[in-house]
């Protein structure tokens, strides 16, 4: 039995929002967005590596990027990298990895990541993880890390939960999807919902008994590997169960149904890295608000962002609220919150030829 949580690290998107950066065959949690030298990825893994030790990570991902997480996490063995034969959303990828630590060691506590995170105080991090995984040793309950809000934000979830000032895991009592901005307004106002980050903790077996209750046919998919694990039978064991399940998110198909659900709150700079605009926000600016990666001069141009891979010179004039942004074969010039549009830019582009995406 290992004394600290296993890590679970999700990292099979496509990233579309960081399109045309983020392709197919290198989607952004491969890439050092953040311009630090190290990856998305390597960034996770730098971080919980203060938690636990490389042999308690399971990368989960698209099987075609195996290599990729090779590659970028060499500290890993290549059990530890749980290929995906489908995209079936986050309840299957963390399915799978529950299950598989579980066949280690049925008593284990699991840490569940999004790959795409900024955390910029570390150390306040850290302390809500000692906290989260404390409280997920109790049988049966599910940790959920929500983020004290500091703006009605529209493009994260939200979680209500019941105060109590004794407890640090507060009973969860609703979530909301992404709102609109006078109810994300009534929210903040309120002072009992935080941003939901995406981030779990529990023991394998209490989210395999949830599972079994909420959704029973993706738990049986995934019952019965505890001595295929492992083995050469595992990838023909996942690929049937892959075909068997349903495409869903673990908060809608999970989250939101059980009883089981707490919340410790943190407040460690806390950002998820989605799309543009996003990292438009964190990235230093000019005077015009504008974030320029590029060699370029801008003449009447605002709260922009500007990211070119070429040598040449870039002259924008009147421009605000835009991204400009040209990699390799792709020059993408859109609204810079415009991140509900992503999907039919690259599903336009795929029209014209798989190389643009």
Known sequence: MQDKPYIVIMAGGVGSRFWPSSRNTKPKQFLDILGTGRTLLQMTFDRFSEVASPDQFLVVTHFSYTDLVKEQLPELAEHQILAEPLRRNTAACIAYAAFRIQAIDPNAVMIVTPVDHLILQENKFLQAIHHAVASAAEDGKLITLGIKPNQPATGYGYIQYHENDQKIALKVKTFTEKPSLKLAKTFLDSGDFVWNSGMFVWKAKSFIDQLHIHLPDMA???????????????????????????????????????????????????????????????????????????????????????????????????????????????????????????????????????DYI
Request: proline share 0%.
């Open 220 to 354: 049986d998919a995934f019952e019965g590997g505890q001595q295929i694990f492992g083995t050469s039978a595992e990838k023909e064991f996942i690929n049937r169960a892959y075909s068997l399940v349903k495409n869903i998110s673990i908060d809608y198909g999970l989250m939101e149904k059980s009883d089981q659900v707490y919340v410790i709150l943190g407040d460690f700079g806390w950002s998820d890295l989605g799309s543009w605009h996003s990292l438009h926000d964190l990235r230093s600016k000019d005077e015009h608000n504008n974030v320029v990666e590029a060699n370029a001069v801008l003449f009447e141009t605002q709260n922009s962002y500007i990211k070119t891979d070429s040598d040449k010179l870039v002259v924008i004039q009147g421009l605000e609220n835009y991204l400009v942004n040209e990699s390799d074969n792709v020059l993408l010039i859109c609204k810079l919150d415009a991140e509900e549009k992503f999907r039919d830019f690259v599903a336009t582009a795929k029209k014209k030829s798989e």
